[in-house]
Structure formats: structure tokens, C-alpha cells
T-cell receptor, first 113, second 110 residues
Framework: ETGVTQTPRHLVMGMTNKKSLKCEQH?????MYWYKQSAKKPLELMFV???????ENNSVPSRFSPECPNSSHLFLHLHTLQPEDSALYLC????????????FGPGTRLLVL | QKEVEQDPGPLSVPEGAIVSLNCTYS??????FMWYRQYSRKGPELLMY????GNKEDGRFTAQVDKSSKYISLFIRDSQPSDSATYLC??????????FGSGTRLQVQP
């Protein structure tokens, strides 16, 4: 595997389900990000991790819970989501979190019913 | 005022045309400027990276930064149908994560 990988690529879940999104980067980077991309809206930065520590949380609802066990892996745990949470969730990584070039994964397309 | 403004388009051009994509920004502290290309249902991929002012060329693509006007541009020469995608500008001060524009959707007609 190379670059940034994300699983699953597609996910359909009910509002009462609990699921997790996984991201793995094979670039040796220290910073990882979660973004939400909704139709016809700009990328919304959700969380930033640098050396496994969360450095930014952009007022994301608590039904989204990130986890970064090491610099290569990032998870987004989902529970009791709403239909408006349906979107493309993108993971990215960079050398550090100070404006470095970010490399994106292919995204997980989430549909909440 | 948004930190980065980008016309969402869509922009439709015939094959072979020169395409000009633009962003304006408000914070004069921004120093790092990037362009990403995003195909439908895919993640964004880095296209061009520029530090400070000036031009940078890579094949058919040229990135231009005018810090005095707080204006950045991406030019695509001899556009191809395979260039059809959404183009996002991204900028940074170097102290925190990138700020993205909303993206311009480009359609190159064969």
C-alpha cells in the first residue's frame, strides 16, 4: 500500500448504529486530518492530530469521536448520526501540521438513513 | 469575509482552450499556496505548490501568486477532457493547517 488509504470506501448506516472509519498513511508523516465534504460545500476541517496529539477540533459534534493510536493510523468513530451527516469523509496527512502540503485518501462516502 | 474566496463555477470550455482559475484571500500572512485537483468521487490530489510570490510552471499548468493583490491563479494550457474536475486552492501561513477554497468545477468539452 502506498500513500493514504481509507476503509471502508462506502458506508450506509442507520441513525442508531455505531461504525468506525479507518485511515492509514504510508508516508512517514506526523500529522493527520479528518475533513467532511458535503455536496456543493467547501472542505470542512474536523480534526487535526500532530504526533498523535489532537491539536484542532473545529466545534465538531460529539457524535464524531476521533482516535489516533499512532502517527500512521487515524480513526473516526461514529454514533447516533443524523441524515445531514451524510457526506464524503476525507483523511489527509502531512509532514507536520504547520501548513505543509497535505496528501489525501480516496475518502469514505457515508450515507445516514 | 471568508479567508479564501473561489468562484464555484461550473466553468465550461472547449478542448484546447486556455483555462484560468482564481482565488482571492484576505490574510496577508499567507505564504504557502497550493492547487489541488479532485475528480468526482475521489480525494483531492496535489497539483501545484508555490511559496511566496511568483510563477511556477509544470507542463501545461502554471501557478501564479500576486501577494500585493492577494490573488492566486492556475492556468491550464491546451485543456483536455481529462482535465475536467474540481480545482481547489489551498493556502497557509505556515503556522496552522491549510485553508481551502470552495473549489471551481471545470468541464472541458471534447
Amino acid at each position: 500500500e502506498t500513500g493514504v488509504t481509507q476503509t471502508p470506501r462506502h458506508l450506509v448506516m442507520g441513525m442508531t448504529n455505531k461504525k468506525s472509519l479507518k485511515c492509514e498513511q504510508h508516508l512517514g508523516h506526523n500529522a493527520m486530518y479528518w475533513y467532511k465534504q458535503s455536496a456543493k460545500k467547501p472542505l470542512e476541517l474536523m480534526f487535526v492530530y500532530n504526533f498523535k496529539e489532537q491539536t484542532e477540533n473545529n466545534s465538531v459534534p460529539s457524535r464524531f469521536s476521533p482516535e489516533c493510536p499512532n502517527s500512521s493510523h487515524l480513526f473516526l468513530h461514529l454514533h447516533t448520526l443524523q441524515p445531514e451527516d451524510s457526506a464524503l469523509y476525507l483523511c489527509a496527512s502531512s509532514q507536520d501540521s504547520g501548513g505543509e502540503t497535505q496528501y489525501f485518501g480516496p475518502g469514505t462516502r457515508l450515507l445516514v438513513l | 469575509q471568508k479567508e479564501v474566496e473561489q468562484d464555484p463555477g461550473p466553468l465550461s470550455v472547449p478542448e484546447g482552450a486556455i483555462v484560468s482559475l482564481n482565488c482571492t484571500y484576505s490574510n496577508s500572512a499567507f505564504q504557502y499556496f497550493m492547487w489541488y485537483r479532485q475528480y468526482s468521487r475521489k480525494g483531492p490530489e496535489l497539483l501545484m505548490y508555490t511559496y511566496s510570490s511568483g510563477n511556477k510552471e509544470d507542463g501545461r499548468f502554471t501557478a501564479q501568486v500576486d501577494k500585493s493583490s492577494k490573488y492566486i491563479s492556475l492556468f491550464i494550457r491546451d485543456s483536455q477532457p481529462s482535465d475536467s474536475a474540481t480545482y481547489l486552492c489551498a493556502i497557509s501561513t505556515g503556522r496552522r493547517a491549510l485553508t481551502f477554497g470552495s473549489g471551481t468545477r471545470l468541464q472541458v468539452q471534447p
